[in-house]
């Protein structure tokens, strides 16, 4: 199989015989099949990429370098082409042409994706804990067991939490690097106060979801754990790129906007943490790090 460079063919036309410019025309029009790439070998797989012109001599290095041939490409993913350090560009047009090869289908994965707003769980937290007359000095919560009780035995993408303070802490910067240490991915956010509503900490919430929805290849589950309408955007964005997106939070302080979404779209819906606030919500001072 001969694959041709497209500026090759139109520079010079006359340069290539009747057979050669058939083989170009069929390359420009249509798509190769999964099939036809993934038996592609390794030098076949090299002259395939260059006649589709992705990234430089450099990103080809990599992939060389990475051992790459037609059935490997095809389970590409944006963290891989991020670990190998290949640029954005080259690495977007990565992505197009396997969802390209592979028919333009987006597979459902399944996987969650799990953001948690640790200040509003917090204090929407000890208004419920008011209703319901429990009492604790310094609240926390247990990411372990919100974790789980979301998960429900679902594969795990990546759990992130966004937090806010206005001083350093030693007990709770023990308390985020226990959970880092558990996997758990920490954003700090620092804040000149605490106000009711935190628009850093929701900005950076907001703009990190967006890259989940930018870095994962194929759409699977979004599990937002916060009540604030701030994140409709991020909301309506996921479910136009066929993500299913879950809220989690307390029944008090629960957005009005989500339940009138939520009427309309058959891939948002809403948990809510209530029955197991005793279980998510603990007081550190009768509990040791």
């Given at each position: 199989m001969e694959w041709v460079r497209s500026q090759d063919w139109i520079a010079d036309p006359f340069s290539l015989d009747h057979n050669t410019i058939l083989i170009e025309v069929t390359a420009k029009c249509t798509s190769p099949t999964k099939v036809e790439v993934e038996s592609l070998n390794d030098q076949e797989f090299r002259e395939f990429l260059k006649s589709r012109n992705i990234g430089n001599e450099y990103v080809?290095?990599?992939?060389?370098?990475?051992?790459?041939?037609?059935?490997?490409?095809?389970?590409?993913?944006?963290?891989?082409?991020?670990?190998?350090?290949?640029?954005?560009?080259?690495?977007?047009e990565i992505e197009n042409l396997?969802?390209?090869?592979q028919g333009?289908?987006?597979?459902?994965?399944g996987k969650v994706n799990i953001i948690v707003d640790n200040s509003n769980l917090l204090e929407q937290g000890r208004e419920t804990m008011v209703k319901d007359s429990?009492?604790?000095?310094?609240?926390?919560?247990?990411?372990?067991?919100?974790?789980?009780?979301?998960?429900?035995?679902?594969?795990?993408?990546?759990?992130?939490?966004?937090?806010?303070?206005?001083?350093?802490?030693?007990?709770?910067?023990?308390?985020?690097?226990?959970l880092e240490y558990q996997n758990f991915v920490v954003h700090s956010i620092k804040q000149r106060s605490y106000t009711k509503r935190e628009k850093k900490l929701d900005t950076t919430l907001v703009v990190r979801g967006m890259r989940i929805l930018l870095r994962e290849r194929a759409p699977g589950i979004l599990a937002i754990v916060s009540g604030d309408a701030d994140y409709v955007p991020l909301i309506h964005e996921a479910l136009k790129e066929g993500w299913k997106v879950e809220l989690w939070f307390w029944s008090l302080g629960f957005a009005?906007?989500?339940?009138?979404?939520?009427?309309?779209?058959?891939?948002?819906?809403?948990?809510?943490?209530?029955?197991?606030?005793?279980?998510?919500l603990y007081d550190a001072t009768k509990r040791s790090l």
């Open positions: 080809t290095n990599i992939i060389d370098k990475q051992k790459v041939n037609g059935k490997s490409f095809l389970s590409l993913n944006a963290e891989t082409l991020e670990r190998w350090e290949i640029p954005g560009g080259p690495a977007i396997i969802i390209e090869i333009g289908k987006r597979s459902f994965t429990v009492k604790m000095k310094r609240l926390r919560i247990n990411f372990e067991v919100l974790q789980a009780l979301i998960l429900n035995q679902r594969e795990l993408d990546c759990s992130e939490i966004f937090c806010s303070y206005t001083s350093k802490s030693k007990n709770l910067d023990k308390f985020w690097a226990k009005e906007e989500y339940k009138k979404i939520v009427k309309f779209e058959k891939s948002l819906s809403v948990h809510y943490l209530d029955d197991e606030l005793k279980d998510i």
